[in-house]
């Protein structure tokens, strides 16, 4: 098994939730920020789809970044097309990346019914495009896409599509959870036979519409698969993508696998902060880690405890993730909230004061 990658997609699969649109100046901020927090890869988008995508592959080549390995998006060659000739396959290598990321249909229904083409002619289109950008230098990163979905309903043809790739040398194979409809054993049972026939490094790319995008990524992680892509914020379209806000942490503290330096860590929701800043989004007050309600405590009973030991009622130091606890006053609190209040503004009052008893 090789080191665990961490492949960002906020820039293209994120900015397709409703209500985001970045700018190109915008995406290279957010590419910056990513690279300076040690992800790996970064998706930016999708040549072929728009000239601002283009235009910021353009500028991306002129940036210099530290870690972080730039890809294109885009599909596989049209069917019945030669791969030379195909505009995708061109504007994927316009694009002039060290890393270019390609889709194609798992699942049969899709290839007989959205492609209109034969389950034959599809095997050449994935395995084709596939060697191709290899001859041409490029890592490929292969997303089968609606790998589950297709696994269900033809486990022989889903599995040959994947072969399909690992034949024409993609570097690492990505299972997708296109409609995001999977639930974890499934998904894991479904990995486990994937690792029988197929030798190439494993990722996942889940979707949340099932609330399952996180507990996805992370079973599937723990069933051996060595890259994970998702977005900041768990930005995407419909209910969104897996959260790497959420998925990081986890794997990091709770799984105790090295993802990234802890120190950049500790920038993570100031990073999650500043993308939804350019996504004029409103960050989600209950975003595990990260969000401002992550570490905030109301009920008198849970202060109290909290003070004495933080872990009665904190699954995790909030200070790792760059987050920090708060402390409310309410109609629900007790002395042990007045007090923390009252600390806060320097004000010297203890248990006893019959000021405190008052408040
Ligand atoms: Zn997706």
């Not at 989004?281 to 030991?309: C, E, I, R, W």
């Amino acid at each position: 098994m090789g080191e665990l990658k961490i492949y960002d997609t906020t820039l293209r699969d994120g900015a397709q939730r409703d209500g985001i649109s970045y700018s190109v100046g915008e995406k290279i901020t957010i590419a910056k920020l990513l690279d300076n927090l040690g992800l790996d890869y970064l998706e930016g988008g999708w040549p072929g789809s728009n000239p601002k995508d283009l235009e910021f592959f353009f500028r991306a080549r002129k940036t210099a970044f530290k870690n972080i390995k730039i890809a294109a998006f885009g599909s596989t060659r049209h069917a019945d097309a030669k791969v030379e000739e195909d505009i995708n396959v061109k504007q994927l290598l316009e694009a002039e990346t060290e890393v270019v990321t390609i889709f194609g249909k798992s699942w049969d229904f899709h290839v007989t019914e959205a492609l209109r083409t034969s389950l034959d002619e599809n095997l050449l289109m994935i395995k084709e495009s596939v060697s191709y950008l290899k001859d041409k230098g490029k890592e490929v990163i292969y997303d089968a896409e609606h790998f589950f979905d297709g696994y269900c309903h033809n486990p022989d043809y889903a599995l040959a599509t994947i072969k399909a790739a690992e034949a024409g040398g993609a570097d690492t194979i990505v299972l997708c959870d296109t409609n995001g409809g999977m639930l974890p054993l499934q998904l894991q049972e479904i990995i486990r036979q994937v690792k029988k026939v197929v030798n190439a490094p494993l990722g996942i790319h889940a979707h949340n519409d099932a609330g399952m995008g996180v507990a996805n990524s992370i079973i599937a992680f723990q069933s051996g698969v060595v890259h994970i892509q998702g977005t900041i914020n768990g930005y995407g379209e419909r209910c969104g993508n897996a959260d790497l806000c959420t998925i990081i942490p986890n794997i990091q503290y709770k799984l105790g696998y090295k993802v990234l330096d802890e120190n950049k860590l500790k920038n993570l929701r100031k990073i999650s902060y500043t993308v939804a800043e350019l996504a004029n989004m409103v960050p989600s007050a209950s975003q595990p880690y990260v969000g401002s309600n992550a570490f905030t405590h109301k009920g008198g009973v849970h202060v109290d405890a909290v003070l004495k030991h933080p872990e009665t009622y904190e699954h995790f130091n909030p200070e790792l993730v760059g987050n920090r606890r708060r402390i409310l006053v309410s109609e629900l609190s007790g002395k042990s909230n007045i007090l923390y209040k009252a600390n806060e503004m320097n004000i010297k009052l203890t248990k006893q004061y019959p000021e405190t008893e008052k408040i």
